[in-house]
């Protein structure tokens, strides 16, 4: 949950917040989190599943959409 937040005030603030600011900067970084907080959470997914292929289908189905 955390991740996806920091996504969405990452994407949010692209969008909504001028890019001269010190606040856009701020929550920029705040955004910034979600990307290794995800790589993180695939990769224990990765390693604490009992079938590896299937979890890297279901990644690369989900990829996709």
Do not use: Q
Request: aromatic share 14%.
């Amino acid at each position: 949950m955390i991740a996806v937040m920091a996504m969405i005030v990452d994407h949010t603030t692209f969008w909504l917040v001028p890019s001269d600011t010190l606040f856009y900067v701020i929550l920029r970084m705040i955004g910034r989190l979600a990307a290794p907080i995800m790589c993180y959470l695939i990769s224990e997914g990765y390693f604490h599943t009992s079938n590896k292929k299937k979890y890297l289908k279901r990644l690369f189905i989900l990829n996709d959409l």
